[in-house]
């Protein structure tokens, strides 16, 4: 019942990490690491100027790019925390 197409419409990301190169890991890590130390800052101060409590921002930060992991149909995207998320009411 499960076949390849159905799991590519399911989570995208089965499409295009069919045509990885291997040598891309490191370089991707690296951007990983240093993406994901930007955003921990960046999400806790977002949190505190809306007034909600740090943890808040992490969740922010963290929440939105593993969601798109699994559902999202680009891997070339930029999602985090952003100034409108954290001020909306």
């Known amino acids: 019942m499960c076949s ?37 800052p960046q999400g806790i101060a977002y949190a505190v100027v809306a007034g909600l409590q740090p943890q808040y921002g992490l969740y922010a930060a963290f929440m939105g790019p593993f969601t798109y992991v699994f559902l999202g149909s680009c891997k070339d995207i930029t999602i985090g925390p952003t100034a409108i998320l954290a001020l909306h009411d």
């Open 4 to 40: 390849r197409s159905l799991l590519e419409k399911t989570i995208p990301a089965t499409k295009w990490l069919r045509g990885y190169y291997k040598k891309d890991i490191i370089h991707d890590v690296i951007a990983g690491l240093t993406v994901g130390l930007t955003a921990i």
